[in-house]
């Protein structure tokens, strides 16, 4: 079955160190490949997605991922972290099962922040 | 913010009783998926509709049920309540949403806390 494995539940890394989350998905044949981001109260906002092409993916708020089909895995990465990145986040691959639409999430990594 | 939008914000019910949560589409949506996230997870998908058709489920007895409306708004029904329904449910709106490719807009979510 297809599966989402987010190893890390929770990182802390103070403000303005770099940031790299990861993300490693079970499939046969290249996924469709997300990552939200969820604050507290809130919904999730999508940070940026994979489909085809550059491996290279950016995203909103300095966020970048990298597609290794090697190793499948999608990593999120952020050069310099700011407070307000203090949130869950979310890896997610879509296009399976009987709705083609409907999307397969990880358990999320928390992500903290020090001063 | 995503603009779309869901009813109650927070929700308490009792083990046996019937609810149902609301969500609004962003405008010009046609899809909506709902998600379920019990506390410490990720979303799972529980199903999804197109065009007021339900195009899709997820591993989700019969009691959880669904209807889309003709301006795309959606409910999900949920009977005979169980204490694991306990969760925040999350519905997202996308664009002809069925190939999973397609960014899905998150509302805030409902959550519901059964007793």
């Known amino acids: 079955a297809q599966s989402v494995t987010q190893p890390d539940i929770h990182i802390t890394v103070s403000e303005g160190a770099s940031l790299e989350l990861r993300c490693n998905y079970s499939?046969?044949?290249?996924?469709?490949l997300f990552w939200y981001v969820q604050s507290p109260g809130q919904g999730l906002q999508l940070l940026l997605k994979?489909?085809?092409?550059?491996?290279l993916v950016q995203g909103i708020k300095g966020f970048e991922a990298e597609f290794k089909r090697s190793q499948s895995s999608f990593n999120l990465r952020k050069p310099s972290v700011h407070w307000s990145d203090a949130a869950e986040y979310f890896c997610?691959?879509?296009?399976?099962?009987?709705?083609?639409?409907?999307?397969?999430f990880g358990k999320g990594t928390k992500l903290s922040v020090k001063p | 913010e995503t603009g779309v939008t869901q009813s109650p914000t927070h929700l308490i019910k009792t083990r046996g009783q019937q609810v149902t949560l609301r969500c609004s589409s962003q405008?010009?949506?046609?899809?909506v998926s709902w998600y379920q996230q019990a506390l410490g997870q990720g979303p799972q998908f529980i199903f999804q509709?197109?065009?007021?058709?339900?195009?899709g489920r997820g591993n989700f007895p019969p009691r959880f049920s669904g209807l889309q409306f003709p301006n795309y708004s959606s409910e999900l029904n949920v009977n005979a309540l169980e204490l694991d329904d306990s969760a925040l449910y999350l519905c997202?709106?996308?664009?002809?949403?069925?190939?999973?490719?397609?960014?899905?807009?998150f509302g805030p979510g409902t959550r519901l806390l059964v007793l």
């Open positions: 997202a709106s996308s664009i002809d949403g069925t190939s999973g490719r397609e960014t899905q807009y």
């Open positions: 499939y046969g044949a290249t996924p469709y």
């Open positions: 994979y489909f085809s092409g550059d491996t």
């Open positions: 997610a691959v879509g296009g399976y099962g009987g709705s083609q639409g409907n999307l397969i």
């Open positions: 405008s010009g949506h046609n899809t």
């Open positions: 509709y197109y065009r007021e058709e339900e195009n």
